[in-house]
């Protein structure tokens, strides 16, 4: 249907009018999207640096990035399957105003999951990470390039996976990236998380982002508590959290 702006145009150039109802509809709906935009909350966009990677250090990388086993979790008894459901129906309740569509929610909470737990790292962290960089907009793209959920940089799609950055925007393709370039960077911090988490984001160094996402991880701890995921979780496999002087 014609909106009212669109049909006063057409009324004034009646010869014209076809193409400047089509011309005020695209520009109505560019001002629509602009505003949209303004109206997101702020996020802290990633932008790792490229570097130099030991060709064993790449190897075990690409290995990460390559792994094809099955995406779905496995549990040794009821109870832990029951839990990771009402986990999984948490985690989705909570993330129903930024993300409306059920399915896509489920989808997006299970990924983050399996691939959390993959790499060695807690799915709350995950959870934090992609709230502070991305907002949960899988098609986030930063001013410095970073693509995704979790805002990976398209280099990392040459170095260690098969160059087709196109996949960044892809669910899973996005975490197995993120969570594998964020457990290496553990790793090479020593298991100190908020280095790795400055390193992550370009910024390492500077507390601004290690901070919020910090901040966010506690959120999302508070919610698994709801469900009593906090009592029967494995333990983090990276060590202790090495915070800066408050001073």
Request: net charge positive; hydrophobic share 45%.
């Amino acid at each position: 249907m014609q909106s009212p702006r669109c049909a006063a145009i057409a009324a004034l150039f009646p010869r014209r009018a076809s193409g400047l109802a089509m011309l005020a509809s695209v520009l109505l709906s560019v001002l629509s999207t602009l505003a949209l935009l303004l109206a997101s909350p702020a996020v802290h966009a990633g932008a790792q640096r490229e570097e130099q990677l030991a060709d064993a250090v790449r190897g075990a990388l690409a290995a990460a990035i390559a792994d094809a086993r099955p995406t779905r979790p496995a549990f040794v008894s009821a109870g832990e399957r029951q839990t990771y459901l009402r986990w999984v129906a948490e985690m989705s309740r909570r993330l129903e105003r930024r993300i409306p569509e059920p399915l896509i929610r489920n989808e997006l909470v299970e990924t983050v999951y399996y691939e959390a737990k993959r790499a060695g790292l807690e799915p709350a962290l995950v959870l934090g990470l992609i709230q502070v960089e991305s907002n949960f907009r899988k098609y986030a793209i930063s001013t410095a390039g970073a693509r995704g959920l979790m805002q990976v940089m398209p280099f990392w799609a040459r170095t260690i996976g098969d160059g087709d950055a196109r996949k960044l925007f892809h669910l899973q393709s996005n975490l197995r990236y993120g969570c594998t370039i964020l457990r290496h960077y553990l790793d090479r911090e020593s298991g100190d998380l908020f280095l790795a988490l400055g390193r992550y984001n370009g910024s390492r160094g500077r507390a601004d982002y290690p901070n919020a996402v910090l901040a966010a991880w506690k959120r999302w701890q508070e919610a698994e508590a709801a469900v009593t995921v906090a009592n029967t979780a494995a333990p983090a496999a990276f060590p202790p959290t090495r915070l800066p002087d408050p001073s």
